[in-house]
């Protein structure tokens, strides 16, 4: 009994100390982010250490106000003189990369806000998510009443210049085995994931000679899936495109978010090969 009673009392205390640890990291964050003359000189001696001189030129900052926010940033230990300059500890490095992170996060949510708002993010994994910031250089396209098929020739476009296609199908647009096709007779590869409903269906539309040599060759791989879904994710050469299912569960046709950059190359990757080992 008394064994029980002293390791309730441990893990009582660690709780304790959990706790303090999490308090004081947001007191910290707190402190940074209530002012933003303190985050801009942060930012400024991330990218290299300065004087105040220096500094008073780089931010615009008046020498006052400079000199009274590096002494409280040094008296808070976020900064530490050497020889004249500020550095940055590596602490405030830590702190300042997260406060960024997260500033960037809201910052794309805020610019796509019609692409997500209202819509069903459930699919996309954790990680994805906490890296959302990956598709800050995306761009948002939608159809118009006088172009009502903008996203869909948006994405044919760049699949027919691809060798290389990955691709999350919630659902078989007439299109797409005529370009998958098109795609492995010039030697290219086909990685897909899609539900049960349109396997058959796809498969049946690839030249059967084609779908063959392809398959044997490791050309076309096609991931089945017993249940619906919602997502909608392509990979090329040089693009990647996003789409979302709507509240009401059904797919939104009208947006879609596409990015040339890397980051968000890398970003989709990471999310197909999630969904490939999860479901």
């Not at 794309?108 to 990956?134: A, C, G, R």
């Not at 020739?153 to 998958?180: C, E, R, W």
């Not at 058959?200 to 096609?222: A, H, P, Q």
């Amino acid at each position: 009994q008394k064994l029980k009673i002293g390791v309730h009392i441990e893990k009582l205390n660690e709780a304790k100390m959990m706790s303090t640890k999490v308090e004081n990291i947001n007191q910290k964050i707190q402190f940074l982010t209530k002012s933003g003359i303190r985050l801009h000189i942060l930012n400024i001696l991330s990218k290299n250490p300065q004087n105040i001189k220096e500094l008073v030129n780089t931010t615009q900052i008046t020498y006052s106000t400079l000199s009274s926010n590096l002494h409280k940033l040094q008296q808070e230990k976020y900064i530490q003189k050497i020889k004249n300059k500020y550095y940055l500890t590596q602490t405030t490095k830590m702190y300042l990369n997260i406060i960024l992170e997260f500033k960037n996060a809201i910052k794309l949510i805020n610019q796509f806000d019609e692409f997500w708002d209202k819509h069903d993010v459930k699919q996309i994994n954790l990680d994805s998510l906490k890296n959302i910031t990956s598709l800050h250089d995306s761009q948002l396209i939608k159809t118009t009443p006088i172009d009502i098929y903008k996203t869909h020739n948006t994405i044919k476009g760049q699949l027919l210049m691809s060798y290389n296609i990955k691709a999350i199908f919630p659902y078989l647009h007439p299109d797409y085995p005529v370009i998958i096709e098109q795609v492995l007779q010039k030697g290219g590869n086909v990685e897909l994931i899609i539900n049960d409903e349109i396997f058959e269906s796809l498969m049946d539309n690839i030249e059967t000679e084609i779908k063959k040599k392809s398959i044997r060759n490791g050309c076309l791989k096609v991931h089945e899936l017993k249940e619906n879904l919602n997502l909608y994710l392509i990979i090329s050469d040089k693009n990647t495109n996003l789409g979302l299912f709507k509240s009401d569960g059904s797919f939104d046709q009208n947006r879609l978010l596409t990015s040339e950059n890397q980051q968000a190359i890398k970003w989709a990757n990471n999310l197909f090969e999630n969904v490939k080992a999860n479901w």
